[in-house]
C-alpha cells in the first residue's frame, strides 16, 4: 500500500515524494531495487531510504524540509522503529484484512497513536467483494476510510515488475481504488493544514 501510494502521489510531478523503509522485511526496499533496475538509478521518481534505529528520525528531518510528502513503512508490530515513525507522523495509515484478528491486532499500534496524538485512518484491504463479514467488520472500526482495495493479483503482480498499479494498468479497477485513496488522504491532509494554519493566525 505504501509503494502503490508514493507512486500515485509522484505521478502528477507536482510533489516530492519519499519513501522511507523501516521494516526489517525489507520488502520495499526490493521492491525500489526492482524499480530501479528497471527504470534506471535516480530515476524512478521517488526518493528512497532504508533505515532502522536512532536514525530514523534524523533521516525524517532531512527529507522534511526538501519533500512534500514522505511515506514511511513501518513494521506490522511495534517496537522502536514504528513508535518513532507514529511520533513524526502527520497520519498514521493502518491496512488491514477484514477479519477479527486483523482487528485485534492493530489495537497496540492504535494505542500508541493516542499517546502520541496521533490521528489514524484505517483502510481495508484484499477485501472481497462478496464477503458479508467485511460489512459487520466496517461497522466496527474508527476512523475507516471511504476507499478499500479489493482482492486483485494486479498489487503484487505490479510491485513484481517495479511498478505501482497506476503505472502497471493504469486503467483498471485496482488503479481507480489507488488513486481514489490517495485522494481521500491527500484531501484529508490538506484539511488538517489548513485548520492548523488558521489556528495559528
Not at 514522505?70 to 511495534?78: A, G, K, Q, R
Not at 505490479?158 to 502497471?168: F, I, L, N, R, W
Request: hydrophobic share 45%.
Amino acid at each position: 500500500m505504501a509503494a502503490h501510494l508514493a507512486v500515485a502521489w509522484a505521478a502528477s510531478g507536482r510533489r516530492k515524494v519519499a519513501i522511507i523503509d523501516t521494516d526489517p522485511q525489507g520488502s520495499l526496499t526490493q521492491w525500489h531495487n526492482v524499480r530501479e533496475a528497471r527504470l534506471g538509478e535516480g530515476e524512478s521518481n521517488l526518493t528512497f531510504s532504508s533505515i532502522s534505529g536512532w536514525r530514523v528520525r534524523s533521516e525524517i528531518d532531512r527529507l522534511r524540509h526538501t519533500h512534500d510528502l514522505i511515506v514511511i513503512d513501518s513494521p506490522p508490530h511495534t517496537d522502536a522503529e514504528a513508535r518513532t515513525a507514529i511520533r513524526a507522523a502527520d497520519l498514521v495509515v493502518i491496512p488491514l484484512q477484514p477479519s477479527p484478528m486483523d482487528v485485534w491486532a492493530t489495537s497496540a499500534t492504535i494505542q500508541i497513536c493516542k499517546q502520541e496524538r496521533v490521528p489514524v485512518k484505517m483502510v481495508l484491504n484484499r477485501v472481497h467483494p462478496q464477503a458479508k463479514l467485511t460489512e459487520a467488520i466496517s461497522g466496527e472500526m474508527v476512523g475507516l476510510t471511504a476507499n478499500r482495495f479489493g482482492n486483485r493479483v494486479i498489487f503484487a503482480g505490479s510491485m513484481m515488475q517495479g511498478y505501482g498499479v497506476t503505472e502497471a494498468q493504469p486503467n483498471s479497477l485496482a488503479a481507480e481504488e489507488v488513486r481514489a485513496l490517495s485522494k481521500e488522504i491527500m484531501d484529508y491532509l490538506n484539511k488538517k493544514i489548513a485548520a492548523a494554519a488558521r489556528a495559528s493566525a
